[in-house]
């Protein structure tokens, strides 16, 4: 992952090319939020079937024990 000064560069630069583009950069950053959200947020809160089906909430997929023999 880049480091947080490449990260303000590359945010300040993408700020100057959106305003001669006429796009408002909070605007834009708030649909790109609004988007993420949307096409994630039922995998998030585990909605999916599959995943109600197969492993309760609390319960753990599996264990160090068992994963680390299955290795050898």
Same mark, same amino acid.
């Given at each position: ?17 959106? *305003? +001669?583009?006429?796009? @408002? ?27 109600? *089906? +197969?492993?309760?909430? @609390? ?14």
């Amino acid at each position: 992952m880049a480091g947080r000064k490449e990260q303000k560069q590359k945010k300040d630069i993408a700020r100057k090319m959106m *305003e +001669k583009q006429n796009v @408002n950069y909070e605007d834009w950053l708030h649909e790109q939020h609004t988007k993420y959200i949307d096409d994630h947020l039922l995998d998030f809160v585990g909605l999916d079937e599959d995943s109600n *089906e +197969k492993t309760p909430a @609390n319960e753990p997929t599996s264990s160090r024990t068992e994963a680390s023999t299955e290795r050898y």
